[in-house]
């Protein structure tokens, strides 16, 4: 059944049903032969609790009361007010970041390093680069950061510890390997 919601977009004394622009409205089809088949009814909208301009949100993550957002370079922790509290700078200031947390860590890979900030303590640091060939992706499993390389390969890091990896925690596909594009636990 095809249902003609917005009509032929002509102005008339109803914003809500003939507006152009049909914003947080919901439909309700009428049950008897009524002559409109479709009216809506306005609904409140979502309120802008803070803005970082023209420029967009790199990741988010959300761990217990507080969202954590990196912007450009900077790793925010965001409150329920919208009140933005700078925890640490990453080495790089465009492109898709990815966050995982382990309820006492968050980990951020940026696509060139892994950084780990501590919840507890608000402890940012860079994780040796040494160890990471250009980590793309992170996640989190088992007590464990699961972090994927542009290599082919993943590694482990220590049990509730985003700041230390074992040099022998790692491993690839051992047959017809392909880049990792990203990984989910």
């Not at 032969?33 to 988010?60: E, I, N, Q």
Request: with cysteine.
């Amino acid at each position: 059944m095809q249902v003609p919601l917005f009509g032929v977009s002509q102005a008339g004394k109803s914003r809500t049903v003939t507006s152009q622009r049909h914003v947080n409205l919901y439909a309700e089809i009428a049950a008897d032969a009524d002559k409109a088949t479709v009216s809506f009814y306005g609904t409140p909208g979502l309120t802008l609790d803070y803005s970082y301009g023209d420029t967009p949100v790199r990741g988010s993550i959300v761990v217990g009361d507080y969202k954590y957002e990196v912007h450009r370079g900077t790793f925010w922790r965001v409150d329920n007010a919208g009140i933005r509290v700078s925890m640490g700078m990453l080495s790089t200031t465009v492109n898709r970041v990815e966050m995982a947390s382990n309820g006492v860590q968050i980990g951020i890979v940026d696509g060139l390093n892994m950084y780990c900030f501590t919840i507890s303590t608000s402890s940012f640091v860079t994780v040796a680069s040494g160890i990471f060939p250009k980590p793309i992706s992170i996640t989190y499993g088992d007590s464990y950061f699961i972090v994927g390389y542009r290599d082919g390969k993943f590694q482990l890091s220590s049990s509730y510890d985003g700041t230390t990896f074992d040099a022998l925690d790692f491993s690839s596909a051992e047959s017809n390997a392909e880049p990792i594009v990203s990984h989910i636990v």
